[in-house]
């Protein structure tokens, strides 16, 4: 189950954790002091009955009279529960037990040397009496059984407490999990482009998250309007300059009808049309980028087979290369299709540009080479020549808006091109990048893999 | 053909008008929403050309309508937006074509006349045929003068095109969509190089050529 981890890296989750190791920790000392206290007194209360237990000893008036005393006792006492042992001056033992120890005091004894029978522990009193040793034992069973007694008093307060705190903590982490997955799902959309994506209604949730959807809900209207507002002037600006661009058109038009007119006025006539194509396509790629960085074309991403779509656009361009002098091909290392979400106008216009850009910019001659393969599960299409490549230090700004190098100055070409293919992109959630291909230019871009791209 | 012309800009609505008028068709230009709605409901016509932007009932809103009212009439879009959402929109809408300003009239009398085509009832045929050039589709096998010429898989697709519309002018941009499938206009001029390796192998060899250029417009295949 690969939820687990996450929800229980939740914050309500770990707040109970954190309760409950608190509590685990409070009930430790306390329970433990309590333990420790009544342990003490109950082993003085044995100290004391041991004390008492010599001292009748003590009346018996030599060592003989003692052992008979010993004897008589033992035979009466369970030597579970108490141990008697007399080693007399002559070196004979009485008693139910045999305890050799001649160091006066209480001990703690494991066992009975002599006694298999007998385990458990023993609290002993050992002491001098009529030239011999006397040992009292009493079993300390009742005192560790207060051990027993102690950790399960613990454990019954712990586990409820770890059970309880535990599950409220992952019923609440579990219904605000749903809250934040319809929070991060709705920034999703709003980063992807749709920006009508909206948190909704936040009846019965916790204030701060309402508190948070609300406010992602203002701020998502208010760039929705401001888009809108961006969107009516840029379609407004578009149409208020291509209906006189349209007229100019048309009056260029009409005039080259006219009969009249001369070879160098032909010429002149030729080269307005021309100058007009370059406003229009320069206009037609501004506006388009403009579009493309709202991120409003990821409404219709659907699946592209990119292997189908480098084909085509290889072949199309093929003997326009072979014109200009140039070998294209188109080499696929992967037998089967590679496929990437995305839009197939604006993938076509990236791998277009990319190959008119190697063919505009490199000397006869040049080879270009369309790549695509996998790098581990990333879709990746190359586009290599064999040219005089582009310096390092101009590599970032080529994907730059209007930027054109030096020695392109002279070439046709908008200079928003490689601005385009970047855009373009950046759109479908790929990595490009220019690289030296010694010689020559690579331009790659990496794909995120079908499924994989944004959808959080 | 009878043709409905929207448009509320005066010099390309009388332009495209007059382009169409000298082809010899019969046209009605409308300068709003409005007035093409009470034009298109009222009269018969072969092809609408509607700008989008128009005033009163705007383009998108007037198709609608005219679609909503059972009118099949095939619509040719002009637009000064030129994204592929904006297409597909229009498209949506009830739209047939779509053409961004600025256009050659070459590109919209080309699309004019093959909306008008498509409204008619497509005929199967099995072999297609201009002079003594004849393709079998079945066979997919090409001969002119009796002697056979291999083609290409996407030349024998480029010259079927043209076949089928045999006589009728193709745009650039036009043969972009039907053979490559491609609906971006590319800054090389692609589909003149194919149209030349076409011509290489069908016409080159030959007495008589069949693709002509139409200058400005695009190709066409006749005797």
Sequence with gaps: MPRLPTQFRSMPVQLALALVALFTMVSLISLGATYLITQRSFQQAMQADLTQDMAGFRAAPNALALAQLVEAEAQATDPERMVLSYLAPNRRHFGNAMISRDEDGYHILTGIPDNPLIEGQYMSLTASMRGGHLTIARNLREINALRDVFLRVLGLSLVPTVLIALSGGLYLSRRSARHVATISGTLGHLTSGDLTARVGPTKHWPADLSAIARKIDTMAHAQQESMTAIQQVSSDIAHDLKTPIQRVAVHLSDLSQQPELQGPSQDLLGKAKEELDGIVSVFHALLQIARIETGSPKANFERIDLSQLCETLTELYEPAASEAEHILTFQRVDASNIAVNGDKGLLGQLLANLIENAIRHTPRGTCIIVNLTRKGDHPTLTVTDNGPGVPQAERDLVLRRLYRMDRSRTSPGTGLGLSLVNSIASLHDAEISLTDASPGLCVSIVFTPIGTSERL | ?223
């Design chain 2, 1 to 223: 053909m009878k043709l409905l012309v929207v448009e509320d800009d005066e010099t390309t609505g009388s332009y495209i008008a007059r382009g169409l008028r000298e082809e010899g068709h019969r046209v009605d230009l409308v300068t709003s929403g409005r007035d093409a709605l009470i034009q298109g409901t009222s009269a018969q016509y072969d092809v609408l050309i509607v700008d989008r932007m128009v005033p009163e009932v705007d383009g998108m809103t007037l198709v609608k309508t005219l679609r909503g009212a059972g009118n099949r009439t095939p619509v040719l879009f002009l637009t000064s937006l030129g994204s592929v959402e904006d297409r597909i929109e229009g498209l949506r809408a009830g739209g047939d074509d779509y053409l961004v300003k600025p256009f050659a009239f070459g590109e919209l009398s080309a699309r004019v006349a093959a909306l008008a085509r498509r409204a008619q009832s497509v005929e199967q045929e099995t072999i297609l045929e201009v002079a003594d050039l004849k393709m079998d589709l079945i066979a997919r096998r090409v001969t002119r003068d009796g002697i056979e010429i291999p083609l290409l898989p996407r030349e024998f697709a480029l010259l079927e095109h043209l076949l089928r519309r045999k006589g009728r002018v193709q745009t650039r941009t036009m043969l972009l969509e039907a053979v490559w499938d491609i609906s971006f206009d590319p800054a090389t001029n692609v589909v003149e190089t194919h149209i030349s390796r076409l011509r290489g192998k069908i016409d080159r060899p030959f007495k008589t050529e069949l693709i002509h250029t139409v200058r400005g417009s695009g190709y066409r295949i006749d005797a």
